[in-house]
């Protein structure tokens, strides 16, 4: 049951319903949005928390509130009233959760205090994201020099890039721990590590402000705290470099491959509406560049980042495109074996980790590549 689950509800009213279910030793928890259509005042949340971890569960989500869009505001029962005067809203809801094949069948019966509402019902599907890939690498892009040709008579600005050392899905680090509840980590998380960080930054960040509340969230990114966004760069280099970066421990076979996946910037900005919240919106995946506060790393490596609520990236972005007959993300896989003489071509390019990396720990790390073959 756990995961981010989504899809489309009927009953007395018509909508979508997002849940992100976390599971813990003895019972499941999380948080659930409903997406009523046409209704652009506010969302349906509720918060739950299971009894047990049997793939059928029943309990009474109370109370249900009724929240802004973009955050996690309740929109007082009084406002409601005047404002909708004939409009019953829910207090509390009976939830049947049942795992089949197809999915997560949920049925909502609602009630305002004692006064019976209706009934909504679902079937909910969750990505493929902790399965293997399906994207399909480029054919005709198989080596670093082919890649170079090909980077070299792109249409410039229009994309950014991103490398991995292994050829795994598009997830950020937060989707790829045992975690889904976004909310909890924007309440629980956020405020914890602010009063933390803060203490050992020369700046003071200001959350409520959203261009240092960003900058905040991409500082916990690049010192290896789990968020909702992901690193991308305007150099296909610098992600070249990010790919073959590492060296992993022990026999490295002759068929591995690094992954590098670009992405029409320009396109999808273009597509869709940018949104920068995490909460009560529905699944998205937008870009941003957050100012560089306390992050010497950023400009260098010419970072942009990516902020989404959705599990599974690449599904998600495969949908998107389909749906307006536009491909986003393409993917380019490039051999191993050719590390060495990638590394040392970047390096004379002037990207490797004493210019990516400011510091001594960035300087330390060139040298090792410099002075110790692999």
Request: net charge positive.
């Amino acid at each position: 049951m756990r995961g981010q689950w989504h899809g489309d509800y009927t009953g007395y009213s018509t909508g979508d319903l997002t849940i992100d279910v976390d599971e813990y030793d003895s019972y499941f928890a999380g948080r659930a949005c409903l997406f009523e259509a046409g209704n652009n005042y506010g969302i349906y949340v509720c918060e739950f928390h299971t009894a047990h971890k049997s793939d059928h569960q029943r309990f009474t989500a109370a109370p249900v509130k009724f929240q802004r869009h973009f955050d996690a505001v309740d929109i007082p029962r009084s406002d409601l009233s005047a404002t909708f005067p004939n409009v019953a809203f829910p207090t509390h809801a009976n939830i049947d959760f049942k795992m089949l094949k197809k999915g997560l069948r949920v049925t909502a019966t609602t009630y305002q205090d004692s006064k019976f509402l209706g009934k909504i019902s679902s079937l909910l599907t969750r990505g493929s994201a902790e399965k293997k890939s399906k994207l399909t690498a480029d054919k005709k892009v198989r080596s670093w020099g082919k890649f170079k040709q090909m980077v070299g008579e792109m249409e410039r600005d229009r994309y950014i890039f991103r490398g991995q050392s292994v050829v795994n899905r598009l997830r950020s680090s937060f989707h790829r721990t045992n975690r889904k509840d976004l909310h909890r980590f924007l309440a629980i998380d956020i405020p914890e590590l602010h009063i933390i960080v803060t203490s050992k930054t020369n700046h003071y960040f200001d959350l409520r402000d959203n261009i240092q509340n960003g900058a905040f969230w991409n500082l916990l990114q690049h010192h290896g705290y789990p968020t909702p966004l992901l690193d991308w760069t305007h150099s296909p280099y610098v992600a070249t470099y990010f790919a073959f970066r590492e060296k992993p421990q022990g026999d490295v076979g002759q068929n591995r491959k690094i992954r590098i996946f670009m992405f029409d910037r320009l396109a999808w900005q273009r597509d869709f509406a940018q949104i920068y919240s995490v909460v009560n919106v529905r699944p998205h995946f937008s870009l941003l560049n957050p100012v560089a506060l306390e992050n010497p790393r950023a400009l260098p490596q010419q970072a942009v980042c990516s902020i989404t609520t959705v599990d599974d990236v690449e599904d998600y972005l495969d949908r998107c495109g389909k749906n307006l007959n536009e491909t986003y993300l393409r993917v380019f896989e490039l051999p191993f074996s050719e590390r060495d003489a990638v590394l040392s071509e970047l390096r004379l390019m002037g990207v490797a980790a004493g210019s990516l990396f400011p510091g001594i720990d960035g300087a330390c790390e060139e040298m090792k590549l410099r002075n110790f073959r692999s």
